[in-house]
């Protein structure tokens, strides 16, 4: 079953723009993090946040964690064309093993 | 080396057939994870190793047969399949007992049943 929930789900904006993407999680978590998806291949790894941690950066991504609301926000700044792909928040619930996936944000940014 | 490698890319597969589906890392990372993903959806965990060992199996019909012969290699062995499982199938690895520890997926291979 999913855990999270992105929002929105397709976003398009201009090269050099911010884009926001938003995650929803139900449940207590341990900690979260974000995949980036190029064309329906492999994920790539981007940034994890813990649960006691209310912000992280990383180059040009920058994610916060509200676990009193249960959301998280990847923001990422001066967009770029190869930006574009789709964007996965990922919940890892209590022990180490088990990574849920999001429903994904579809990120176009247009050159 | 960082990378998860699988093998084939693509597979094409009748519903009689037998095949594999092979995942191979050198970084030492001692879980591994079998993910399938539909189209337009998100990824779905199938099974977990640890330490060679399988440590969750979400209600994987038996027709998906893992194996983890060493701390290396991960297999998906595929009997009687079905159209509907027709999906990109997604390895990756992770530092085994380490939670605050992203992981490295594999390129996928995309899986057609006919």
């Known amino acids: 079953s999913q855990q999270g929930e992105e929002d929105p789900q397709a976003l398009s904006i201009q090269e050099g723009e911010n884009a926001t993407m938003n995650c929803s999680y139900k449940t207590s978590i341990n900690n979260l993090q974000w995949y980036r998806q190029n064309s329906g291949r492999g994920l790539v790894h981007l940034i994890l946040i813990r649960s006691n941690e209310r912000e992280k950066h990383s180059g040009r991504l920058r994610v916060t964690l509200d676990t009193s609301k249960k959301s998280s926000s990847l923001l990422i700044t001066a967009s770029r064309a190869a930006d574009t792909a789709s964007y996965f928040c990922?919940?890892?619930?209590?022990?180490?093993?088990?990574?849920?996936f999001g429903i994904g944000t579809k990120l176009q940014v247009i050159p | 080396d960082t990378e998860v490698t699988q093998t084939p890319k693509h597979l094409v597969m009748g519903m009689t057939n037998k095949k594999s589906l092979k995942c191979e890392q050198h970084m030492g990372h001692r879980a591994m994870y079998w993910y399938k993903q539909k189209a337009k959806k998100p990824p779905e965990l199938m099974f977990v190793?640890?330490?060679?060992?399988?440590?969750i199996n979400e209600s994987v019909p038996s027709r998906f047969s893992p194996e983890c012969p060493n701390s290396s290699l991960l297999n998906l062995h595929l009997h009687a399949l079905q159209p509907e499982d027709s999906a990109l199938y997604l390895c990756?690895?992770?530092?085994?007992?380490?939670?605050?520890?992203?992981?490295?997926f594999g390129s996928g291979t995309r899986l057609t049943v006919v």
């Open positions: 990756a690895s992770s530092l085994a007992g380490e939670p605050n520890y992203g992981y490295t």
């Open positions: 190793y640890s330490y060679e060992k399988l440590s």
């Open positions: 990922a919940t890892l619930l209590g022990g180490y093993q088990k990574v849920t």
